[in-house]
Each structure stands twice: as C-alpha cells, then as structure tokens.
T-cell receptor, first 117, second 109 residues
Framework: EAQVTQNPRYLITVTGKKLTVTCSQN?????MSWYRQDPGLGLRQIYY???????DKGDVPEGYKVSRKEKRNFPLILESPSPNQTSLYFC????????????????FGSGTQLSVL | QKEVEQNSGPLSVPEGAIASLNCTYS??????FFWYRQYSGKSPELIMS????GDKEDGRFTAQLNKASQYVSLLIRDSQPSDSATYLC?????????FGSGTRLQVQP
C-alpha cells in the first residue's frame, strides 16, 4: 500500500531534550516536506527536500533540522525543543515539485502530536 | 497580510444544500490551486485541483478560479454530514505550496 509513515504518533518531551520524528515513504517520491499545524495558523512548511541531499528552508525553519540521505526517509530533528514547538506535525511527499500539473498530489503521513513541557 | 486567506467558519449548512467555501491569495504569480479536506484528527487529503480560470467539476465538487480577482472557491452540492470537515485552500507560486488556515464546514442532518 502506498503510504507515508510517520513515527511516533504522539510524543511528550521536556524542554531541551533532543528528539527525532521519522518519516518514510514507499512511493519513490522525489519531493518530501515537513509541516506544522497550529490552530488558526493552518499548515506551515518547515523544511522541504527536492531529492537526496537537497534540502531547503520553508517558512518556519528555526529550531528544526532535517536530512535526506536516502530517497525514502526524511527525518525531522529538534535539537533543543522548546514549548513553542508544541504542535501537530505532518510529513508529506509527492512525485515531483508540488504544483506541477502531473505531480500535484501531496501524500500526508498520519501526523505526530508533539508536546514540549 | 496572509498569503492565503480563508474564513475560519464554522460554515453551517443543512443536508442537501450547497456549501460554498472561499479563498483569496496575494501572489499574482500563483500557478496552481488546490483544495484539501481534513477530518478532525486526520491528515489532509486532496479533493480538487484547478489551474486555469473558470470552473472544474468532479462529482459533487466544483472548483472555481478567478485569477484577476485572486479568488478561488469550492462548491459542494448536495452536502452530506460526511462532508463535515475542515477544507484547506492551498496555492503554489513556484517555490512551495502555501496553505490557508482552513474553513470548518458543518453539515446539519
């Protein structure tokens, strides 16, 4: 089954304790992205990757790191989490750059609800 | 100014009615426009895309685009309780997909 798998689904941590949220897709997609979703603010892009070893900042990259060493995996790293990073996080992927007429659909993972105390 | 604006709602319509969801965007260079549906506690899923001015129909859904007015809308005909969800407008302007904050739709049985 074609899917984007995120883990964990729920995570509670304390300020300053490094954490990683994993994301993996089995569709051989080139494009992968991380979003955070907060009430009233919608989905905001954190980082994205056009291909292996190619990553770029989105709208809210501060406090986050990513890597794309393999095509299928795109982990999100919080080196020193803070309470303002409490949010719902989504990983997404698409065949190519979003917006192309033939590669338009973003496939989303099931989300990770992160609470930083 | 937000790049993609939506009324947060909730928009409440009776079952069988037409629900009209609206979205405005600020970047005149925007090329592609999408509507995603998100049920509570779930991830967004694509329901419509539109690229040129006019209407695009898919079943009970119609997307409408007016680039001169920088306006895109989604009509849902014969609304069903199962359509109750948050609808996210997303706009692509050459770098990344920008989402609106969503409109919550409630369809009353």
């Amino acid at each position: 089954e074609a899917q984007v798998t995120q883990n964990p689904r729920y995570l509670i941590t304390v300020t300053g304790k490094k954490l990683t949220v994993t994301c993996s897709q089995n569709m051989n997609h080139e494009y992968m992205s991380w979003y955070r979703q907060d009430p009233g603010l919608g989905l905001r892009q954190i980082y994205y990757s056009m291909n292996v070893e190619v990553t770029d900042k989105g709208d809210v990259p501060e406090g986050y790191k990513v890597s794309r060493k393999e095509k299928r995996n795109f982990p999100l790293i919080l080196e020193s989490p803070s309470p303002n990073q409490t949010s719902l996080y989504f990983c997404a992927s698409s065949l190519g750059a979003t917006g192309s007429a033939t590669n338009e659909k973003l496939f989303f993972g099931s989300g990770t609800q992160l609470s930083v105390l | 100014q937000k790049e993609v604006e939506q009324n947060s709602g909730p928009l409440s319509v009776p079952e069988g009615a037409i629900a009209s969801l609206n979205c405005t965007y600020s970047d005149r260079g925007s090329q592609s426009f999408f509507w995603y549906r998100q049920y509570s506690g779930k991830s967004p899923e694509l329901i419509m895309s539109i690229y040129s001015n006019g209407d695009k129909e898919d079943g009970r859904f119609t997307a409408q685009l007016n680039k001169a007015s920088q306006y895109v809308s989604l009509l849902i005909r014969d609304s069903q309780p199962s359509d109750s969800a948050t609808y996210l407008c997303a706009v692509y302007a050459g770098r990344a997909l920008t989402f609106g904050s969503g409109t919550r739709l409630q369809v009353q049985p």
